[in-house]
């Protein structure tokens, strides 16, 4: 199955994610907590937009609510 793209890139950390693929290894490997409710959804959306059940943009915006809760900086 080819990865929907998002529809805006995520910039974080000079690596850009355009996608559930990339953001789930992003979370997987570097994200600097490995818990976190924000962070667990965001992994289970990124999985389910993978495996076509969900909308990339639920990857997307789960995503970026993890950055919140971790505290990571994303560029305006």
């Known amino acids: 199955m080819t990865s ?8 974080i950390d000079g690596i850009t994610i355009s ?4 953001a789930a290894s992003y979370l997987l490997d570097h994200w600097p907590a490995d818990s976190g409710e924000r962070y667990d959804f ?9 495996e ?3 909308d990339p943009e639920d990857a997307r915006a789960a995503f970026l609510l993890a950055a919140r809760e971790a505290g990571v900086i994303l560029p305006d």
Do not use: H, M, N, T
């Open 4 to 11: 929907i793209p998002f529809s805006r890139p995520i910039d």
């Open 19 to 22: 996608d559930a693929d990339q």
């Open 42 to 50: 965001a992994k289970r959306v990124c999985l389910e937009v993978i």
């Open 52 to 54: 076509g059940k969900r």
